[in-house]
């Protein structure tokens, strides 16, 4: 068994080496740039909205009432018409990247105490790198990716953007593997 506090080392590298990764591949690569395609007359949609002065949140339309609503006559003709949207809105005006950034970094450092729990409480100071790297390797994925894919199932998100969502999962998981199993304390 290897305490926490031995690999706050590779918890905080790893998860400043994901955090540089992971803003080139968004920021710098045209790998995400398809994810979310413009709506037909985007303008027209938005000044159709405007007006309602959503607040920030998730929405979904047409939204039934109750399990009994769903199998109504006016809700199936709703849902038949459509069109049928699960949405998110944001605040309005510029994007607060810094504050983003910050809690994206809070959660590679989640991700890595996780895994380094999982893999402390498995192996022992002195394991070898590829011991080390499958432990780690596979709770970082998991902490990465799996979250995507109940919204592929359950929300119809696209299959490209889960695929590319997973991909970049497995890039940062086997990145955290690797920096853990270079870093593991010594026996």
Do not use: C
Request: glycine share 8%.
């Amino acid at each position: 068994m290897t305490g926490l506090t031995a690999l706050w080392l590779p918890i905080l590298l790893s998860a400043v080496l994901v955090f540089v990764t992971s803003s080139i591949i968004h920021m710098a690569s045209p790998w995400h740039k398809s994810d979310y395609p413009r709506l037909p007359d985007e303008d027209g949609v938005m000044n159709a909205l405007r007006p309602f002065n959503i607040p920030p949140g998730d929405y979904m339309a047409p939204r039934p009432s109750s399990g009994a609503d769903m199998k109504s006559p006016a809700f199936t003709e709703k849902r038949n018409k459509g069109p049928v949207v699960i949405m998110t809105v944001m605040p309005n005006g510029p994007w607060a990247m810094g504050s983003t950034m910050v809690r994206w970094f809070v959660y590679l450092i989640v991700v890595g105490a996780l895994a380094a729990y999982i893999a402390g409480r498995a192996l022992p100071a002195g394991a070898t790198y590829l011991q080390v790297f499958r432990f780690v390797g596979a709770s970082a994925f998991l902490a990465h990716t799996m979250a995507y894919w109940p919204l592929r199932i359950w929300y119809h998100r696209a299959l490209s953007t889960t695929i590319k969502a997973t991909v970049d999962g497995l890039i940062y998981a086997l990145l955290t593997a690797g920096v853990f199993g270079w870093l593991w304390p010594k026996a």
